[in-house]
């Protein structure tokens, strides 16, 4: 059984972990299984949206503490294992921003530490009315430093703050109110939701939302001014392709576009 199972149903790739009985933690085998996957779809021009998802009843539930414990016995105590570990999971996160395609969680149970940084990480996310979301490492005593980075780029810095230092947990509204998620549905529905949500990614023009993802993430780190002038030689990018000209053609002509890409 694959830890990871990856299922095209036309252009969405359904990503779903497949760990339920570790509540889908990060493990080594998880990680290596969603970077593999992730550096595939990449390359990938057939798929143009993702849903990542979990089995069982939690989405994620962070790192594999009992893999974590067993990495400490080593004679510097485990500071290698523990220094590899996290930039492998920084990998991951790091490339979900820089795949072409929007990847979009789809969050049930529970979403903590590296869990939810995760989500935080996707570029959008929909949950179950009853998901809890945590950065609560702090309660074993691990303050949730990596998993801060995407949380912090997510909410606002006073609720990321006492989220990290007091490990309390958000349910799905709050979760909503505070920017994490992009919305909260019936757990019947989520599916379905997530579903709507890609497809209607999938349906435009892919090259266009390759460029948007690109410079999206892009600008958001530049001061303004130099956002307009990046941004602005993109518009003439996206211009330039002969679908986009295709697609112009088709809104004042009142007809369906054709794209070829």
């Known amino acids: 059984m694959a830890i990871l199972e990856r299922n095209d149903i036309d252009a969405v790739a359904h990503l779903r972990m497949n760990a339920p ?14 970077q593999d996957t992730l550096d595939d779809l990449r390359e990938d021009k057939s798929v143009r949206a993702v849903i990542l998802s979990g089995a069982g009843k939690a989405f994620c ?19 290698a294992y ?4 996290f930039e492998r999971c920084s990998r991951v996160m790091q490339t979900i921003p820089t795949l072409p395609q929007p990847v979009i969680a789809q969050v049930h149970g529970i979403a903590t530490a590296a869990g939810c940084q995760l989500v935080a990480t996707c570029d959008m996310a929909i949950a179950a009315q009853d998901t809890t979301f945590g950065v609560n490492g702090v309660n074993i005593g691990l303050f949730c430093s990596t998993p801060m980075v995407a949380l912090s780029r997510n909410i606002s810095r006073k609720k990321a703050f006492e989220m990290l230092s007091t490990g309390t947990f958000l349910n799905a509204d709050a979760a909503e109110s505070a920017g994490l998620i992009n919305r909260s549905v019936p757990l019947d529905h989520l599916a379905d939701e997530t579903d709507e949500l890609a497809r209607t990614i999938a349906s435009k023009l892919g090259t266009a939302v390759k460029i948007g993802k690109r410079a999206f993430y892009e600008q958001i780190q530049m001061p303004v ?16 392709n002969p679908d986009t000209e295709q697609g112009i053609a088709a809104f004042l002509e009142k007809r369906p576009p054709s794209w070829n890409q």
């Open 21 to 34: 009985e570790r509540l889908n933690a990060l493990s080594d085998e998880m990680l290596a299984a969603l």
């Open 225 to 240: 001014s130099q956002a307009y002038e990046f941004t602005g030689n993109v518009m003439v990018e996206n211009m330039l």
């Open 82 to 85: 523990f220094k590899d570990l």
């Open 61 to 79: 539930a962070g790192h594999d503490l009992k893999e974590m414990t067993a990495g400490r016995q080593s004679e510097d105590g485990g500071a």
